[in-house]
């Protein structure tokens, strides 16, 4: 299992600057995410899994807007830890949970068309509006189109 590393420096992590936007994370969390997935690198699985690990952790947090303020403004230390305001609310502290792949999936299923309708399994939540129409009626396969045209090799290049 990754160690969870509470000195990590997630911008150095993600290869950003600390003026990093949110557009910036989210950029550099595609790319790196897709370089060190553990599955995409099998013949070096331990250092990719540890790396996908940390860009998971820093995406985690500096994508969040309380996690990344507190990051930001009192260091890794006080985020692991938590902090007590005066009036009684208090922050408990962020602990990484070992969860890459869900961050993962979670990052990637925002960019999917339609993500809301279907649950976490990939299952249609409200059922197929197509599946009725397949079970009423059996669909013919139709047969392809051939043509043959006549043109020039000039004409196929440049156009008719």
Do not use: W
């Amino acid at each position: 299992f990754y160690q969870v590393m509470s000195e990590l420096d997630y911008y150095q992590t993600l290869q950003l600057n600390r003026t990093a936007t949110i557009d910036d994370v989210k950029k550099a969390f595609r790319r790196l995410s897709l370089k060190y997935h553990p599955t995409k690198n099998p013949s070096e699985i331990t250092v990719c899994s540890d790396q996908f690990h940390q860009i998971c952790e820093a995406y985690e947090v500096l994508s969040d807007k309380h996690l990344s303020a507190i990051y930001n403004k009192f260091g890794p230390k006080v985020l692991a830890k938590g902090l007590e305001n005066g009036d009684g609310n208090a922050y408990p502290g962020y602990k990484y949970q070992q969860n890459a792949f869900e961050i993962f999936e979670k990052f990637y299923s925002e960019y999917l068309p339609y993500h809301e309708i279907f649950d976490d399994t990939g299952k249609m939540l409200y059922g197929s509006c197509f599946s009725s129409i397949h079970k009423e009626r059996n669909v013919e396969k139709l047969q392809d189109v051939k043509i043959t045209l006549e043109c020039s090799i000039d004409e196929l290049y440049n156009g008719c």
